[in-house]
């Protein structure tokens, strides 16, 4: 069985970095880390989108909109649309994006680079 912990914020907040801390220092014990963000309590919160380690996060927004419309909700909640950055990048996405836990349009917004 995993071990692990939850943080219940009271409101939406833009959470920009997260720092884990291992009190023991021992390496072996954060082998499998797995930061998970979302609200969705489904399979006790373990199907919510995970964190790359990209040096930047990425998150998977479940709404249906338009492109300028999904500019304004990124730059609202999160940063800005995602510009992919080369094939690495590309292949983390297409894994984030066949593993998301919900239903996705045919098409999904990226920004300019």
């Known amino acids: 069985d995993k071990a692990w912990w939850r943080l219940q914020l009271p409101a939406v907040y833009r ?3 997260i720092e884990v801390t291992n009190r ?7 082998n499998g880390l797995e ?3 979302g609200n969705s309590m ?3 919160g373990n199907d919510n989108p995970s964190i790359q380690e990209m040096g930047r996060n990425i998150t998977l927004v479940g709404k249906r909109l338009c492109w300028s419309d999904a500019l304004l909700y ?3 909640f999160h940063w800005d649309l ?3 950055r080369g094939p690495e990048e590309q292949e983390i996405i297409d894994e984030m994006v066949s593993s998301a836990p919900f239903s996705l349009t045919s098409h999904l917004w990226v920004g300019l680079r």
């Open 15 to 17: 959470v920009l970095e």
């Open 24 to 30: 023991n220092s021992n390496k072996d014990r954060l």
């Open 35 to 37: 930061i998970l963000i």
């Open 42 to 44: 489904v399979n006790n």
């Open 74 to 76: 990124c730059r609202d």
């Open 82 to 84: 995602l510009s992919i």
